[in-house]
């Protein structure tokens, strides 16, 4: 990355076109096979992470098992979920892990993390890939009480999820203030933007003319959810686990192309985009 | 008694006591989390989660009218509901008001008492009893929510009421004991348990001797919460360090099954991966596994028990240990929620009106006090309709320091129980 070696502390922030220590995100759907998950073979791998058609739940012993003829390698990330109280940290985990989401706002108590295997197809090789995430989810009041928190959360992650809410206007322009003062502390870490409560659209506090705006600012990925419960089996009770998954298979598929792609430009791997070097 | 199930609500208020402004109120009715069992009375009842202003007002204004006069205000009946007040460091004012069936004093003093180890335990002592600043407080409560919805609501274990932890027996415990020890030292912490559904499998000497009540709200704050890989909480502890934070680390090993360690700043929870879990407990998988049936059972599968028994609750109240389980006959009448209520009910009945004093609560121990002639050794009870022979007996049995309470079905006679119970006591020791 050229500019990677500038002073940090003379960038001009917001820095209009990202952090310059970034690649590029790279275009939507070229590094991960978006509809994979809906094919033949998808369905077969997505059958290693669901259990009588309810999500399984890995406990830190286990992992999912494939038959030894397909067994693929396993890439795994830490991911950092950060936003202000209230916007649907602890929700979004829940939805993407396949469990309840609260329907009442307890406050999170501390630092608590939730692991999501995601099979994903690579669009050059073809190959699968296991991704493991792992998300560290805090409550905002223990981030400003305990000052190891921040740190704890912060040290070796892979990738930052930014929530705002699309309910409450002060989260979303709470965004550039966080990415600012992160530009500078992390570099080659991917970012990511996540818009919640997206169900709740027609009440939003946030038109789509500020997000086209915000897009063009900062070139990061922006993505929104709707952290509700998906549709339940026949017994009316229990989560379906593939109407679940079929519902955040765009963010886990987002989140696995974003951080391969990061990993293949750490390892020089692929050429820095064009638009990224100045000729 | 009892039988009715668990129709009624519990409503719990908080107050600055000097003041008298509120600072948060939950109900059994309304804040309980979505992922407990819906009982008919949860799914979306429009009452007020809350109660009127005007109600806790007087509610308050009558406590605090007592106390000025130097009269201590501690408990109210009407012809539904039971009230009671109490005062923690004359900083923090809770009430509770039950109007569920069977309900008593007993169970709602040390609910309260509970409770308030509750928001010690998330919040500290300082911040609960030098309020500077109460718009503050009352976030900073907010985080004590979900563990007290969880004491006011409906659960599997009993450790709110008994004050004692609740426990299963696992089937091979001392290699379980050995794996914790050692993983414990590499973690560089003393205090390590492993927890399945709240219960406690096995822990370190050092955390058995946690005080009352963290070492009931730990492990039920654990099984309170959503399923989460690991977790870095800051805890008080009520009893032990009320003041300084340390940190309550959890790492589900097994879904359900997970390894809780208290300790200071070290060790980061980064350094707790899944390569170090593995090395120390890969190899106790089966002996692990064996464990995840035990949350409700409580009892190592073929433990023998007598066929008319329905419910089982175990006491050992110096250790402060209790095995609680209403499994056994799993398929007849009542429900295990009755059978729960009805156990819970009947503890508290031997507690405040047969049996002597728990130790802790009085200074003499129970031993000492059951030895004097006049106290009961035993007392039974038959529940249920008034026809003779259809009603569900209920045994309690003290000798030295364990208490045994048994649920049996009506066929039992009435003039075996005592022989049944003596029984079953002397199964269970080496358990407890
Ligand atoms: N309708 C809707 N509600 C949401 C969504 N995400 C979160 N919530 C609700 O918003 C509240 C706060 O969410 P939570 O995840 O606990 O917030 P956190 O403090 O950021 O962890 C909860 O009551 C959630 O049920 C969403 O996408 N749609
Ligand atoms: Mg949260």
Redesign the interface.
Known sequence: MVRAGWPRDILPSPCPIGCPAMARPPAPGSVIAPDWHESAEGKEYLACILRKNRRR??????RPVLPPAVAIDTASYKIFVSGKSGVGKTALV?KLAG??V???H??????????VFWPAKLQVSDRVVMFRF?FWDC?E??LK??D??LP?CK??TDAFLFLFSFTDRASFEDLPGQLTRLAGEAPGVVRMVIGSKFDQYMHTDVPERDITAFRQAWELPLLRVKSVPGRRLADGRTLDGRAGLADVAHVLNSLAEQLWHQDQVAAGLLPNPPEDTPS | MGEEGTEGTVHLLCLAASSGVPLFCRSSRG?A???QQVGPWRSGSPKLEGLPFSVIGSLNGVHMFGQNLEVQLSSARTEDTTVVWKSFHDSITLIVLSSEAGTSELRLERLLQMVFGAMVL?VGLEELTNISNIERLK??L??S??LIDSLLGDSELIGDLTQCVDCVVPPEGSLLQEALSGFAEAAGTNFASLVVSGRVVVATESWWRLGTPEAVLLPWLVGSL?????????VYLPHGSPTV?H??LT?????G?ELCLVCG?RP???QLD?QL??RW??PM?DP?RACLPLGPRALPAGFPLHTDILGLLLLHLELKRCLFTVEPSGDKDPSPEQRRCVLRSFYTLVTAVHFPPEPGQQEDKAEDAAQQPQVPKACYLVSGTEEPGTGWRLVALQSGPRRLLLLLSAQSPVHGLRGLATRTLHALTPLL
Do not use: C, N
């Not at chain 1, 739940?57 to 286990?62: A, D, H, I, N, R």
């Not at chain 1, 307890?106 to 692991?115: A, D, R, S």
């Not at chain 2, 790492?251 to 879904?255: A, F, G, Q, V």
């Open positions: 739940v890995f406990g830190l012993l286990e829940a469990l309840e609260p329907v009442v307890h406050e999170t108590i501390g630092i608590q993390t939730t692991v792992e409550g009041s223990a009480k305990f190891h928190m704890a040290e070796k | 804040g989390p979505a992922r998330l976030k900073e907010r985080a929510y979900g959503p399923p989460q890989a690991a977790r870095d909480y800051p934070p940190r309550l790492l589900t090993l097994l879904p099954l700043p980061p929870l980064s899944p879990l593995e407990w890969q998988l692990l």
